[in-house]
Structures are given as structure tokens and as C-alpha cells.
């Protein structure tokens, strides 16, 4: 169906084309967005979500448990996840170039042509810092929310930018907001209920390891 595969393109290639005449960018191909999730103090987590020409690339997520921050330090916690994320790349891609492997191939070492930031001003330097530490020029952008939770505009360059909130371009910044979140969510869960399990059966007596499992 042409009229159906047309919307579909504009959901997609044509919100991101959209985003890059809003920051005044080209060739975004690959899109990464980062979120922190620490719920009633548990453990911090982090989330890397990946969108390939407007659409989610799920086998490319990753999580992040918060392992040199203690606390609720979002800005920290940020920090650690990108210096590990790209540190990380940048040790793959040095390894890929001994072999003479392709970048495509690796589980890090294809890095975005944009980052998103859940948040404004803070979380965006945050970024921009890591990258410089190591030497990476990625533009970095934020996704900016108003006092509802709702997504408002980007934030980019020291500037925020207003984006017509029924444009796709809008829709899509929103819909990555939302999975970003979600996943961090998610992963909460899971390490929560883990924690639980564990709790309870490691109070009882004389169970051992292996019963336990």
C-alpha cells in the first residue's frame, strides 16, 4: 500500500529529517538517547536506547547498573554512563582496526550522529564534557520537558529551539523520550524484584547456595 508505506517514511526519515533542520544538522542516521532511573533510592540505572533512521534499533539497547556513583547523582551518574559507553567504543574500534573489522559489526563501536539527552542545559554539558575528555565531536542535544512531563522543545547549542508539537519531528523526539524512560523503568523492575527474591530467601536458615538457586 504506497499511501501507508508514505506515511510510514514520514513518521520516520521524515521526522529526522525535520530534527535536522531544526539543530541545522546533516546525515542523521544513527540516534542515541541516555536517562537515568533511580526510583525511592534503589540503585541507579542507566538506559542507551538506539533509533536508526526513525525507527528503534532494540538489539542495539543497552543498561547501565551505576557502579562509581553512590547516591541519586543524576549528573554523576550520566557521566559514567557515556564515559563507559564511549570508552568502551573507542577500545572496540581500536581492536576492530587491528583486525580490519567493520565498525557495523562491533557492540559499541558504531557511535551516534546525534545524542539525546533526557533533560535540558545540565544533563546536555554533562555529556558534551565526557566527549571532549575523550576526544569525540558528536553533536548533543536535549530533550526538554515542560512542568507536565510533557516534552516542550530541544535544547541545543546553549539555546532552546520550539518544535510545533504536531509535527512528526515533535512525535518522534516524544516517542524516544517516553522509550528511553521506559527502559530505565524496566530494568529497575527487574534488579528490584531480583532484590526481593533474594532478600527473603537469604533470611531463612539453613539454605545453602544451591537450594536457593
Known amino acids: 500500500n504506497k499511501e501507508k508505506y508514505r506515511r510510514e ?9 525535520e530534527i535536522e533542520e531544526l539543530l541545522n544538522l546533516t546525515n542523521i542516521h544513527r540516534m542515541e538517547a541516555y536517562d ?5 533510592g534503589y540503585e541507579s540505572v542507566g538506559s542507551m536506547i538506539v533509533y536508526e533512521d526513525g525507527k528503534p534499533k532494540r538489539n542495539s539497547y543497552r543498561r547501565f547498573k551505576i557502579k562509581w556513583i553512590k547516591g541519586a547523582d543524576d549528573y554523576g551518574s550520566l557521566a559514567e554512563v557515556l564515559t563507559r559507553r564511549f570508552s568502551h567504543g573507542l577500545e572496540e574500534r581500536e581492536k576492530m582496526d587491528e583486525d580490519g573489522r567493520d565498525y557495523e559489526l562491533g557492540s559499541f563501536s558504531k557511535f551516534p550522529d546525534i545524542i539525546m539527552m ?3 542545559k545540565g544533563q546536555v554539558h554533562v555529556a558534551e564534557q565526557v566527549l571532549a575528555e575523550l576526544g569525540l ?3 548533543v542535544c536535549g530533550m526538554v520537558k515542560d512542568d507536565n512531563h ?4 530541544l535544547y541545543y547549542q546553549e539555546h532552546e529551539i520550539p518544535i510545533s508539537h504536531t509535527s512528526e519531528g515533535f512525535k518522534l523526539i516524544t516517542r524516544i523520550q517516553d522509550e528511553v524512560h521506559r527502559f530505565a523503568i ?7 524484584s531480583k532484590g526481593q527474591i533474594h ?6 536458615e539453613g539454605i545453602g547456595p544451591a537450594r536457593r538457586k
Open 199 to 204: 532478600s527473603i530467601l537469604d533470611d531463612i
Open 150 to 153: 510533557r516534552t516542550r522543545g
Open 9 to 17: 517514511k514520514q513518521k520516520t526519515i521524515g521526522a529526522v529529517k
Open 36 to 40: 537515568i532511573s533511580n526510583t525511592n
Open 118 to 120: 533526557d533533560g535540558g
Open 137 to 139: 565531536t558528536i553533536p
Open 186 to 192: 524496566e530494568y529497575h523492575r527487574l534488579l528490584r
